[in-house]
C-alpha cells in the first residue's frame, strides 16, 4: 500500500559546511546513485597517457553532442588529478571510454593515484588504441568510446571537493556491434552489462533481471493521479508505482463503464465477483489485487476495466 508521507522528524536534515568534508562527501555520493561513469584517457604535450574513472559524469546535448566529467579536487588533502592538467593544461582532448562488468576489476585498478609518468593502461592491463579524431588512446576492450574535444573547463569550487566541469564535444564515436539493438538505433540494455557507481565501494550492476519499462509521460499526456477515481486513490492495495501507471493514461484512452462491465465474464473476474459478492470490502479488495496483477503484467487497460468495477 502507498507510504504515508513522512514528517519532519523522520530526516535527518544536513546543511552543506555543519560536517567535516569527507563525511558530507559520503552523503552526497551515497545519495546521488547509481552515477554513469567515465573511463577518461587523456595526454600530456610529452606523450604521456593517462587513464582515470570519474562518476561525477553524463551525456547534457545530443546536438551537438556534449558529455561533462568533473575530475574533483581530492577531499583528502585539495590535490588535482592528472586528468584535469592534462585536459586544462596540456592537450585539451580525450577519450571517454564506457565500461562494462568484465572491466569493472580493471577500471578501479585504473583509479589509483599513481605518478604522472605512469600509464595507467600498462598498469590495468588494458590496451591502447588509436583514435581517429584525437590524440589520447581510446581503450580497445571497451564497448563504447566518445573521441572529445575539450571545449571548456570550469572551476566550481577551489577547496577540498571543488568541482572542474570538464565540458566536452564529441567528435567520433564507437559502438561495439554485439551491444547493438537488432532492429533500430541504440544500443540494447539485455546485451551492454552496464555498470554505474554508488557510495564507498559500491558498484550496481544493469542485468536482465534488473531491467524495467516505464512508458514516458511525454509520449501523451496522462490524466494523473489527481484525477484517479478516489477508491483507486486511497486503495489499501495498489501502490505508488501502481497509481503512476494508471496517472498516464490518456483521457481518450480510458475504458468505459460498459468495457468494465463487459469485462465481468473474464473467469477470474466472474468467480472474484462471485465469491465476494456479500463483503463490499472484500471484494473491493480482491479486484485491487487483480488489478495490480495486471499491471504488473503490464495489461493497464484490463487492470482499469477490473478497478472500475470496485467502484
Not at 19 to 27: A, D, I, N, S, V
Not at 98 to 115: F, N, R
Not at 177 to 206: C, M, Q, T
Not at 294 to 308: F, H
Request: net charge negative; aromatic share 8%.
Amino acid at each position: 500500500m502507498p507510504l504515508p508521507a513522512p514528517t519532519a522528524s523522520a530526516f535527518r536534515t544536513i546543511t552543506p559546511g555543519t560536517l567535516p568534508g569527507p563525511e558530507w562527501h559520503q552523503f552526497m555520493l551515497g545519495a546521488v546513485a547509481p552515477r554513469p561513469i567515465a573511463f577518461v584517457s587523456t595526454i600530456d604535450r610529452a606523450g604521456n597517457v593517462n587513464l582515470s574513472p570519474f562518476s561525477f559524469f553524463n551525456v547534457f546535448s545530443s546536438n551537438p553532442a556534449t558529455l561533462i566529467f568533473s575530475p574533483a579536487n581530492r577531499v583528502r588533502d585539495n590535490t588535482q588529478k592528472h586528468t584535469l592538467y592534462n585536459v586544462r593544461d596540456e592537450v585539451p582532448e580525450c577519450v571517454i571510454n564506457i565500461c562494462d562488468y568484465p572491466l569493472v576489476e580493471q577500471m578501479s585498478l585504473a583509479s589509483t593515484e599513481y605518478g604522472r609518468e605512469v600509464n595507467e593502461f600498462r598498469k590495468a592491463g588494458l590496451t591502447e588504441l588509436a583514435a581517429d579524431k584525437v590524440r589520447p588512446p581510446r581503450v580497445a576492450e571497451c564497448p563504447v568510446s566518445f573521441e572529445c574535444v575539450v571545449e571548456q573547463v570550469i572551476a566550481i569550487g577551489d577547496s577540498n571537493g571543488g568541482g572542474n566541469l570538464v565540458v566536452c564535444r564529441v567528435v567520433q564515436s564507437h559502438f561495439r556491434e554485439d551491444i547493438l539493438l537488432a532492429n533500430g538505433p541504440g544500443i540494447d540494455p539485455h546485451k551492454f552489462d552496464a555498470v554505474a557507481r554508488l557510495g564507498g565501494d559500491w558498484y550496481s550492476r544493469v542485468t536482465p533481471d534488473s531491467l524495467f519499462e516505464v512508458p514516458k509521460p511525454n509520449r501523451h499526456q496522462g490524466i494523473g493521479i489527481d484525477e484517479l477515481p478516489v477508491h483507486i486513490r486511497h486503495s489499501e492495495v495498489l501502490t505508488g508505482n501502481n497509481l503512476g501507471r494508471l496517472g498516464n493514461i490518456e483521457r481518450a484512452a480510458l475504458p468505459t463503464a460498459a468495457d468494465a462491465q463487459a469485462y465481468r465474464d473474464e473467469p477470474l473476474v466472474a468467480y472474484t465477483l462471485h465469491k465476494y459478492q456479500h463483503d463490499e470490502a472484500a471484494l473491493r479488495r480482491q479486484l485491487h489485487r487483480l488489478g495490480q496483477q495486471l499491471l504488473e503484467e503490464g495489461r493497464l487497460l484490463d487492470a482499469w476495466k477490473v478497478l472500475l468495477l470496485a467502484a
